[in-house]
């Protein structure tokens, strides 16, 4: 079964610095797209941070300069480094990969999503 699995979040003060992990296991062809995403109280889900899967980066323009999006090919693995937090980044972070993968004996492309991580910035 393909699965995303988050860590990382956590209770941090302002101006601190917290770092995500998403690794994705199973019967994975291959990775495209990999996205963090946020979710504040009462907000709508944004996008965070974009990188493909060769490594060509975009951020949300309330992160740039201060988060970095990374991956690791060989690990299925993404990163969010997060750097100068402030209380307005707390929110619930998800992952998201475009993936190509086995479901059964069928290989499909589609989204999924990790289960969330909390990052909270608080004095």
């Known amino acids: 079964q393909v699965q995303l699995v988050e860590s990382g979040g956590g209770l941090v003060q302002p101006g601190g610095s917290l770092r995500l992990s998403c690794a994705a296991s199973g019967r994975i062809f291959s990775i495209n797209d990999m996205t963090w995403y946020r979710q504040a109280p009462g907000k709508e889900r944004e996008l965070v941070a974009v990188?493909?899967?060769?490594?060509?980066?975009n951020y949300a323009d309330s992160v740039k300069g201060r988060f970095t999006i990374s991956r690791d090919n060989v690990e299925n693995t993404v990163y969010l480094q997060m750097n100068s937090l402030k209380p307005e980044d707390t929110a619930v972070y998800y992952c998201?990969?475009?993936?190509?993968?086995?479901?059964?004996?069928?290989?499909?492309?589609?989204?999924?999503w990790g289960q969330g991580t909390q990052v909270t910035v608080s004095s």
């Open positions: 990188i493909s899967s060769s490594g060509s980066t």
């Open positions: 998201n990969a475009k993936m190509r993968a086995y479901s059964g004996i069928y290989l499909t492309n589609r989204d999924y």
